[in-house]
């Protein structure tokens, strides 16, 4: 039942990962959550780090796409800003938003990053998806009262499967 959840790579944030080097190992395309991995919780529009760390992959070569659960109004305008293509109400942790985002870049499983903060969500959907999953820690503590229940039961997953 763990490895539905289990990352591939555990690091503190987006900005401690080295794109060139995931680029040389054969990836080529990035999924994106956007709450909590690339800005706080709920913001309706991207902020300085956001920016930045698409600028990061984009200079390293990847092709991008956000792929969240978030409204399709709030995704849409997001991803926009960000300049990148976006698959909203992804209906994560199911598979069907990761793949539908990897079609419309044309991704394949081999080469494709799933980049998120969240073991029961991101994690899950790229790994039934088939991916390479990559945990970031939450980009602030503060978050919408659903997201904190989901905290404790994934700190205990992480104690207990040590990920």
């Known amino acids: 039942m763990g490895n539905i959840f289990r990352p591939n790579l555990c690091v503190n ?7 060139s080097e995931l680029y040389e190992k054969g990836f080529r395309y990035a999924l994106l959550d956007f709450d909590n991995t690339l800005a706080p ?15 990061r ?13 978030a409204k399709s109004e709030r995704s849409a305008k997001i991803a926009k ?5 976006c698959i909203s109400y992804a209906h994560k942790p199911s598979p069907s938003g990761v793949l539908k985002a990897m079609d419309m870049i044309g991704a394949a499983k081999e080469n494709t990053l799933m980049i998120g903060d969240q073991l ?44």
């Open 13 to 19: 944030k987006v900005s401690d990962l080295n794109f």
């Open 41 to 55: 919780d709920h913001y309706t529009e991207p902020i300085e780090y956001s920016y930045e760390m698409v600028s």
């Open 57 to 69: 992959m984009k200079n390293a070569g990847f092709s991008l796409c956000l792929v969240s659960n």
């Open 81 to 85: 800003m960000l300049d990148i293509p």
């Open 120 to 163: 029961f969500t991101d994690m899950a959907a790229g790994n039934r998806a088939g991916v390479y999953t990559i945990l970031v820690e939450r980009y602030s503590k503060k978050e919408v009262f659903y997201v904190v229940l989901k905290r404790f039961p994934e700190w205990i997953l992480r104690k207990i499967c040590r990920f």
